[in-house]
């Protein structure tokens, strides 16, 4: 929510990416660099990330301060080759609470990315964020929704079961730093 109440879920932009990076650093262990943020938003045609920002006063950052120390984003637009969402900018008033990212491949949308700022998390932040996505996902034609868990993320697990996947394959090993084995979820949409 910003500083009118309202949550706002928007295209994600090069503006976000020092946030963006400093979640994704506290949310995996294999995080992606800033880079590879940055190289997405601006060459990947299949690519589609938003972020959801929540403002300042509102619920576990009553002082107005991020859960994870930063102020916000810089409101630059950035050069995103995304297309679709709100096409809202940045704003310092609304810090990003929690992101997601999906490849959009023929019918299939391949979910990369969902992480929720850790203060913010087992608030339904996920769910509301995760639904848009889906939901844009469907409106583009895919019929289906396929992402990869490590087995051991017993947090995420239970969130996409919570939500409907089910389990379609194990590929052993798939993770490195730590080794885990990938398990494939998925569902029609
Ligand atoms: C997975 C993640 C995105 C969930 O986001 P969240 O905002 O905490 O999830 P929500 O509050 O929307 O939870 C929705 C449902 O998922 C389940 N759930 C979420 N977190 C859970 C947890 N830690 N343990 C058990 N169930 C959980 C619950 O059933 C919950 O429904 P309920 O609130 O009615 O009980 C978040 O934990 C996260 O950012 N983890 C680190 C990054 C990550 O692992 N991303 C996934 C990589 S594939």
């Known amino acids: 929510m910003d500083q009118t109440g309202r949550v706002q879920i928007r295209?994600?932009?090069e503006g976000d990416l020092a946030e963006v990076?400093?979640?994704?650093?506290?949310?995996?262990?294999?995080?992606w660099s800033v880079t590879a943020f940055a190289l997405e938003l601006r060459h990947n045609?299949?690519?589609h990330y938003q972020v959801l920002c929540l403002g300042t006063g509102g619920l576990n950052d009553p002082d107005g301060t991020s859960a994870l120390g930063n102020t916000g984003g810089t409101g630059s637009?950035?050069?995103?080759?995304?297309?679709?969402g709100t096409?809202?900018?940045?704003?310092?008033?609304?810090?990003?609470?929690?992101y997601c990212g999906t490849w959009l491949l023929g019918d299939v949308a391949q979910l990369v990315k969902l992480a929720v700022v850790p203060a913010w998390r087992q608030?339904?932040?996920?769910r509301c964020l995760f639904l848009a996505e889906l939901c844009w996902a469907r409106d583009c034609g895919a019929r289906q929704l396929l992402l990869e868990?490590?087995?051991?993320?017993?947090?995420?697990?239970?969130?996409?079961?919570?939500?409907?996947?089910?389990?379609?394959?194990?590929?052993k090993n798939y993770y490195q730093g730590p080794s885990d084995d990938a398990l494939v979820l998925g569902c029609a949409l």
Not at 77 to 84: D, K, L, P, R, V
Not at 88 to 96: D, F, I, K, M, W
Not at 123 to 126: C, D, I, L, V
Request: aromatic residues 8%.
């Open 77 to 84: 637009t950035g050069a995103s080759g995304n297309t679709g």
């Open 123 to 126: 608030q339904g932040w996920g």
């Open 45 to 47: 045609p299949h690519g």
């Open 149 to 171: 868990v490590r087995s051991r993320n017993t947090a995420a697990v239970a969130f996409y079961t919570a939500l409907g996947l089910e389990r379609l394959d194990v590929l």
């Open 87 to 98: 096409g809202n900018t940045g704003s310092a008033a609304a810090p990003v609470a929690a």
């Open 11 to 13: 295209l994600m932009t």
């Open 21 to 31: 990076f400093s979640l994704e650093l506290a949310s995996f262990a294999d995080p």
